[in-house]
């Protein structure tokens, strides 16, 4: 009976009205990060159901967001190993925040790996990526064919009613 229970999936409760990305970047982040010297860094009393503190992970994040907006490529991770450019934006968000080194690097792999899986949404890990793919992707010439096409046809629906109004006044004259 046991094993059959073991099947299901284990069920978690972050914060009140459930996961928030915050909670879900800090959650990963204590699974490096508990039992060292950093855990209390993640932790916050006032951090609701989810006892993180959400308010870090939101700076850490404008931090970083306003370094991808510089021109800085998104960080990318091997399991637990950085590339050069998230050892860079670490030690850039390291200096703007004065958060250690450990805890920015775990801010930085825990995105790349919740966004990876899909846990959380892909902007949030790379917000000026995504705003260049979603802006590319809505201009162009397909967006160009297709507001034609609708010019066309609103102009064939103009004069479509133009002529069956005309019609019907005449029908009513005679």
Same mark, same amino acid.
Request: glycine share 10%; no cysteine; charged share 25%.
């Given at each position: 009976?046991?094993? %059959?229970?073991?099947?299901?999936?284990?069920? +978690?409760?972050?914060?009140?009205?459930?996961?928030?990305?915050?909670?879900? &970047?800090?959650?990963?982040?204590?699974?490096?990060?508990?039992?060292?010297? %950093? +855990?209390?860094?993640?932790?916050?009393?006032?951090?609701?159901?989810?006892?993180?503190?959400?308010?870090?992970?939101?700076?850490?994040?404008? &931090?970083?967001?306003?370094?991808?907006?510089?021109?800085?490529?998104?960080?990318?991770?091997?399991?637990?190993?950085?590339?050069?450019?998230?050892?860079?934006?670490?030690?850039?968000?390291?200096?703007?925040?004065?958060?250690?080194?450990?805890?920015?690097?775990?801010?930085?792999?825990?995105?790349? %790996?919740?966004?990876?899986?899909?846990?959380? +949404?892909?902007?949030? %890990?790379?917000?000026?990526?995504?705003?260049?793919?979603?802006?590319?992707?809505?201009?162009?010439?397909?967006?160009? &064919?297709?507001?034609?096409?609708?010019?066309?046809?609103?102009?064939?629906?103009?004069?479509?009613?133009? &002529?069956?109004?005309?019609?019907?006044?005449?029908?009513?004259?005679?």
């Amino acid at each position: 009976m046991n094993s %059959y229970i073991e099947t299901f999936p284990k069920v +978690e409760f972050l914060g009140l009205f459930g996961f928030s990305w915050k909670e879900k &970047v800090g959650k990963e982040m204590l699974t490096t990060l508990k039992g060292t010297i %950093y +855990e209390d860094t993640i932790k916050d009393f006032w951090g609701g159901g989810s006892w993180i503190n959400t308010s870090l992970i939101a700076n850490l994040h404008k &931090v970083y967001e306003s370094i991808l907006k510089t021109g800085k490529e998104s960080p990318t991770f091997d399991g637990h190993v950085p590339d050069d450019n998230a050892t860079e934006i670490s030690h850039l968000i390291e200096d703007k925040t004065r958060v250690p080194y450990q805890v920015v690097i775990e801010f930085l792999r825990s995105l790349f %790996y919740l966004a990876s899986t899909g846990v959380i +949404e892909y902007k949030i %890990y790379d917000p000026v990526g995504y705003r260049e793919v979603k802006d590319a992707t809505s201009e162009g010439p397909i967006k160009d &064919v297709l507001n034609e096409a609708g010019k066309k046809i609103n102009l064939i629906l103009l004069v479509g009613g133009a &002529v069956a109004g005309i019609y019907i006044l005449n029908k009513l004259r005679s």
